[in-house]
């Protein structure tokens, strides 16, 4: 599929953009295509005003939807501030990452798993056997095989797990939850519990058959090789879903990580969960080392208004947080059938991220099937105007309602001669571009160039090599 990942690549690389100013060149344009021998063309079609997140409306300012009008040309000191807007932001963003901030973590693993991965582990093993075959059981029968149901539910695997310095051997006793104690480097106590709370759900996930493959012979009659295939016993297996699991992570007693999943069960309509016709609801939250990752009100149900929210925080700053919705569109039963790319579809499809509550990005597609299904085709020189139809993405600075600029795509067209043939041979590629509120347009690739952008470039490179010598700086025995 041509460029099969353009719809998710929009948005994460404008994300990256103001870290990396080369990351649309290599997404967006083949170098082996030829060289170029026209300009830019336009791709400024009307682009209705579409809803965004919670309600609030993107709005069409002069030049963002609408018919192509004549760029003037701005002066150095607006395009100076534009650039310096997007750096102060990319900066800042950096600055909310250090390396140093996940060095207790990488000892702590380092040292677990050197010290504790010759432990004997036969003892262990038995016992995780032993519970899933408790949870077997036989439902029926057919010709030449069995059917049996296993229910896997985390509270079924209980036990406090102990490691015996001594023996070298994992020691357990009761207990009403699963939990793994070690000791850290410097021999204070660690451990890892998991727990689950309030009422359970069965829901079914897959089935699974028994296959033996005898060889095969040849239909003489009918020309064709037969494959014998005979099918043994079926496994229907279930997944017990709690309200609540909790996982935590202490070191001398202090917590060092959490994560807390709540699920909405009555949002399970049903034993066989089907992505059609069922909703899901859900909240979690990871908490790690004064970094915490939230996602609240995960909720889908087909052909109805689907979405979340996202918030990433440094202490109680937040760095990153998102919110997105759209409306799935599912044309099959249940996903034993074979899918193809018509069955599935999502429409009203709106993204926002916002960083440090300074740079907000808003995207929306009114029919991404649509926009696919334009992305697959030949490009031409209308390729730009169709995708800016279906695609809309604008830019706002410290919490302005009205964008400062807007991200479009144009067709370029290449060619080479083709002295076989004796002609030109034209092909397109789609430059994205960025248009500000003066109207000024300039590709992606030239607004972010490395010279006005190097501090920025050197401050990501910098921190990728300090997380690169945080990783090399440690051995891992698994």
Known sequence: MKKLLFVFSVVTALFFTACDPNAFDDLFNDSERGDSISKPGSGNDSIPGL?????DSIPNIPGIGGDSIVTPNPTPGEIYKNKEDFQKVALELRNEFKASDFENIMD???????????YDTEYAESWFEGCLESLGRKIGSGNNYDIYESIYK???????????????????????????????????????????????????????????????????????????????????IYVEVPEKVTIVVKQNGAKLAEAIINTDLSSMSG??????????????????????????N????????????????????????AKASATPELYKSNFDEEWEEEDINSKNNFVTVN???????????????????????EWDETTDSKINRHLKINVHFYGESEPTAKIEFECEEDGYYDSY?????????????????DYSRHSLEDFFNEEDFQKTVDAFESLLREFENLVEGYDFDF
């Open 51 to 55: 809803p965004g997140i919670g309600g």
């Open 108 to 118: 702590l693993a380092e040292h677990i798993s050197n010290k504790y991965a010759e």
């Open 154 to 236: 985390l509270s079924a695997f209980k036990g406090k797990w102990v490691a015996n310095d001594k023996t070298q051997c994992w020691e357990k006793s009761n207990a009403n939850n699963l939990s793994l104690h070690v000791k850290d480097q410097n021999g204070n106590p660690c451990e890892i519990t998991l727990t689950t709370s309030g009422n359970t759900k069965k829901v079914h996930c897959f089935d699974s058959q028994d296959e033996y493959y005898n060889g095969g012979y040849y239909d003489y009659e009918n020309d064709v090789w037969v494959e014998d295939i005979t099918y043994g016993d079926i496994y229907k």
């Open 271 to 296: 034993v066989d969960y089907n992505l059609a016709t069922d909703k899901y609801s859900a909240n979690a939250t990871l908490y790690f080392n004064g970094y915490t990752a939230s996602v609240e």
């Open 298 to 321: 995960l909720h889908y149900q087909n052909k109805k208004e689907s979405g979340f929210s996202f918030t990433f925080k440094h202490g109680n700053k937040t760095i990153v947080s």
């Open 421 to 437: 043939w004796g002609e030109y041979v034209y092909d397109y590629d789609l430059i994205p571009v960025i248009e500000f509120q």
């Open 355 to 377: 960083i440090l509550g300074k740079l907000e990005l808003k995207g929306s597609c009114n029919n991404l099937l649509d926009l696919v299904e334009v992305i697959d085709e």
